[in-house]
Structure formats: C-alpha cells, structure tokens
C-alpha cells in the first residue's frame, strides 16, 4: 500500500481565496443555463415523466443520441428517509422519486460515448427528481449518502447539467472509497481547519473526477469548457466554499470571543485593584486629616513658642502631604473612570459577539 500523503490545511483553505465566485454573476448564470436547459427541444420528460416511466428512451438530436430509463422508486425506506432528509431543500414530490436504470449519451461525429452505469460502484442507486429550471430559483443539484448508499439529484434528465451532476456525485464515491482503502479518514493533516479543508479537498477531488470523464465532449465542443467550470464551481464548489467561509468565520468568531472575554476578565482584576487602591488613599487622607485637626488644636492650645513652631511644621507638612493624597485619588478617580469605560465597552463587544455567534449557529442549524 502507499504511504498516504497528508496535505496541509493552511496552505490547502489558501486555495479558497483562488475560487472567485459570486453566485449571481451574469457569467455564472449563463452557463448554468446553457447546462440546465434540455438538449432536445419538444422534451416534455420533466412535464410528463410519469409517461416516460419502464420505458426504454431514445432522443436524438444533430448532435448526440441519449438513452435512458427509470423506474419507480419503491423502497418504502428509501422513500421516508429522502422525504425526511432532503424534503426541505428540494421540494420533493413523493410521486416524483424516480430510479435510473440507465443513461447513456453518445456522440454522432465520433465515439465519444458516456455510460453513467459503467462507472457507478455495483452497490449504489441513482435516485432522481426530473425537474426544470424553472422557476429559475430552482436549480439542479445532487447529493450522496454513503449510508444508504444513493445518489440523489433533482433536475432534467435530457439536459447536459444531468451527467455532469452524477458525474460529480460518483467522483465523491470513488474518493470515499480511495480514503477507505488507505485506511484514513481525510487527506488533510489535522488541526482546526482540517474538516473545512477536508471538505473543500472532496469537491474539488468530486469536480475534477467529472472533468476527467467529460474530457473528451469538451473536446468534440458538446459541452463547453467555461460552461462546464462554471456549472461545477456554482453547483458544488462554489456553494460549498461559502459554507466553508463561513465556518471558518464562525470559528473565528468563537476565538475572538474567547479572547475579548479574557481581556474582559483582566480589565475587572485590574479594576478590583485599583478599587482597593483607592479606598485604601481615601482612607489615608482621611487619617491625615483627621491628624491635621490634633494637631491644629494642639497648636491653639500650646503655651511654648518653640512647640508652636514645632507644630506648625508638622501642620505644613501635613498640608503638603494631604494635597499629594488629593491628587493622587483625583488621579486614581479618572483612572477608574477609564476602566469603568473599558469594561463598559468590553461588556457591549462581547453582548455583540454571542448575539453573532447565536445567529450563525441558528443559521447553521438551517442549513445543515
Ligand atoms: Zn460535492
């Protein structure tokens, strides 16, 4: 066996700032158009797909023939568990849950030939959705549950989006089974980033698998290159990187937290301190004070000159130090005034702070 090769994950999320991507892009949009939209004008699979059911299709076009069919999914398992699971995201209609049998799209001018059925693993089942891309808010997707081993898609059947999307799906099952075999969990060297790393490792692995399998209708122009980057980056990669973005911002978000409360907690300390502190002044120059009128009275009621002038030393003395006391606690006043302030400020921050971090854990909560 080789010796697997763990990957950094630092250097691999760098990677995220290469995936440019914004979703509403008229770049984007238009090739998941071109992609979306059925290759065979009078199609009426996704309008009627119950008609089309156990039946051996056969479209053609000037350009490729596609041979297809699907059944009725049954499993009464099945069923409950991709209503229950996948109901929410994509608008499941229980009478749509379809089983492809088989999917085949050939060229005419040269070989080129694509059997989905040859490169799915013996023991998985594409389940599927026909769908439209419209209304446009919709788009076609897939998923994968290694569990019950299936693939889910929703979308049309005779458009090029299709393969492209099961295509992608299988090359997350031959990966699954390429860690399996290696006997590791992740390719990424762990640390806090390793899962998101992890994550974004498998779509691009996914990504590239349906690339290298498409490779040759890219270069017979049935599908074109920018079209094929674009739908992929969108449909996997790219909603996938901001989800990962948006992990790694949570996570962020927890870090600083932790951190603000920390100097939070110094900023009290040193608050009790200078508190004390002052008490301590204050209690001082009252004493002196205090002092000051003995010895004041001692000086009206002292019947020696020399004494007098003793006193009266010791009055100016304590004068000059009673004012250093007052300035000091005016000093020490402003001062915890500033740490009243800080901690004020540090209180707002970190008010802030979990009121982020709640709203990104219920809007990770709807996602998942
Ligand atoms: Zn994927």
Excluded: W
């Amino acid at each position: 066996m080789n010796e697997t090769k763990f990957i950094n994950s630092e250097s691999y999320l760098e990677k995220l700032n290469q995936v440019k991507y914004d979703p509403e892009s008229e770049e984007i949009l238009t090739s998941v158009q071109n992609l979306e939209k059925s290759m065979f004008q009078d199609s009426e699979i996704v309008n009627n797909s119950e008609e089309y059911l156990n039946k051996d299709m056969s479209l053609e076009n000037s350009e490729c023939t596609l041979n297809f069919k699907y059944v009725q999914l049954e499993e009464p398992y099945l069923k409950e568990k991709i209503l229950n699971d996948l109901q929410p995201k994509y608008n499941i209609d229980i009478k749509n849950l379809y089983i492809l049998k088989k999917f085949i799209i050939s060229l005419k001018n040269n070989e080129t030939k694509l059997d989905i059925f040859t490169l799915l693993p013996n023991d998985y089942e594409i389940i599927f959705t026909p769908h439209t891309i419209n209304p446009p808010e919709t788009k076609s997707s897939g998923c994968l549950n290694i569990i019950d081993n299936f693939i889910y898609t929703y979308g049309d059947p005779t458009s090029k989006a299709f393969p492209i999307t099961l295509l992608h799906e299988i090359g997350h099952i031959v990966d699954k089974e390429n860690l399996k075999k290696n006997n590791v969990k992740s390719l990424i060297n762990e640390d806090q980033y390793s899962d998101y790393a992890e994550e974004l490792r498998r779509e691009r692995t996914a990504s590239a698998y349906a690339i290298n399998k498409l490779r040759p209708f890219v270069k017979s122009k049935f599908i074109d290159k920018k079209d094929l980057l674009n739908y992929l980056k969108n449909d996997s990669l790219g909603s996938h990187c901001s989800v990962i973005e948006f992990n790694i911002a949570r996570l962020e978000l927890r870090k600083e937290t932790g951190e603000l409360i920390n100097k939070y907690i110094t900023s009290l300390e040193y608050y009790e301190t200078i508190i004390n502190e002052y008490a301590m002044l204050i209690e001082e120059h009252q004493k002196l004070n205090n002092d000051l009128i003995q010895i004041q009275i001692d000086k009206e009621i002292a019947d020696e000159e020399l004494q007098s002038l003793l006193y009266k030393n010791e009055i100016e003395k304590h004068e000059k130090r009673i004012k250093e006391y007052k300035n000091e606690i005016e000093e020490y006043k402003k001062h915890i005034e500033e740490c009243e302030e800080e901690i004020e400020e540090y209180e707002n921050e970190i008010e802030y702070s979990l009121n982020m971090i709640k709203e990104s854990d219920e809007i990770a909560e709807y996602n998942s």
